[in-house]
């Protein structure tokens, strides 16, 4: 399965993707910094830099996953 998570390098999200992964399931996650890139990459998860509070590019980033 392919899931799409907000906030993938935040104290849920970053526990929810390892888990997820684990299951062998596909990420695609969300962080607003573009710091934190590598570490989603390293968790196996596809990382998209987007603003959360930028509806239009949330819908883009959302609708590419």
């Known amino acids: 399965m392919n ?3 907000a906030g993938a390098t935040g104290a849920v999200g970053r526990r929810l ?3 997820l992964r ?3 399931h596909a990420v695609t996650g969300t ?3 573009r710091a934190k890139e590598a570490q989603l990459r390293s968790d ?3 990382p998209v830099v987007v603003n959360v509070f930028n ?4 819908r883009r980033c ?3 996953a």
């Open 3 to 5: 899931v799409f998570l």
């Open 17 to 19: 993707s390892l888990l």
């Open 22 to 24: 684990a299951d062998g």
């Open 31 to 33: 962080t607003r910094s």
């Open 44 to 46: 196996g998860v596809t």
């Open 55 to 58: 509806s239009p590019a949330r």
């Open 62 to 64: 959302a609708g590419e």
